[in-house]
């Protein structure tokens, strides 16, 4: 059992049935009332991010999860082949398994594979991925005294937000969680 005020980023917890991880806590003592402490909780199987307030000395069952890497092969209809990285056995994932992440997924890409109680619970993607841009429209001159942007297309179908001087056949950062443009590469 962990309480409330030993947590930290990171920090696995099961609540109402459900694996969550601590993604931001912060100690916070009112000048009236009791201390609490205050979290964004990230939901391991969907990806959801909440805000929760709990007590300190509010207690949880600590979720304690295996991480296996996890490299993807390819796919075929909705269903995506993986191989495990120390066995190299073959795993399938459905979509849905995948979460959000599946927009920015190219073959040979590694993933990580979280495990509770041995069931798969959750796939992490890295946090950013290099991708070839396929189309976008060209930018146009005297647009760049503002922050604009354009829609363009990447190497696996996903459409990104990108400034005005990115071109077909650049190589961009995206960010796997938010979708976001990072950096051209």
């Known amino acids: 059992m962990i309480s409330a005020s030993d947590f930290k980023n990171g920090t696995n917890i099961e609540l109402s049935g459900e694996i969550f991880t601590v993604i931001w806590f912060q100690h916070h003592k009112p000048g009236k009332g009791g201390a609490m402490v205050r979290t964004k909780l990230k939901n391991v199987a969907t990806?959801?991010?909440?805000?929760?307030?709990?007590?300190?000395?509010?207690?949880?069952?600590e979720a304690l999860l295996e991480r296996r890497k996890k490299q993807y092969l390819y796919r075929s209809e909705k269903d995506y082949y993986f191989m495990d990285m120390e066995t190299f056995e073959e795993v399938t994932f459905t979509e849905k398994e995948l979460g959000e992440g599946i927009r920015f997924l190219k073959e040979n890409m590694e993933v990580e594979v979280l495990i509770h109680k041995g069931a798969i619970i959750g796939v992490e993607m890295p946090d950013s991925v290099e991708l070839k841009v396929t189309y976008t429209e060209p930018g146009k001159k005297g647009?760049?005294?503002t922050n604009v942007t354009k829609p363009a297309q990447v190497e696996t179908?996903?459409?990104?937000?990108?400034?005005?001087?990115?071109?077909?056949g650049d190589t961009i950062r995206v960010d796997t969680q938010t979708g976001k443009y990072i950096e051209r590469v």
Do not use: S, Y
């Open 47 to 61: 990806g959801h991010i909440m805000d929760k307030t709990f007590r300190p000395e509010d207690r949880f069952q």
């Open 143 to 145: 647009d760049t005294v």
């Open 157 to 168: 179908g996903a459409k990104v937000q990108v400034p005005l001087f990115i071109n077909t």
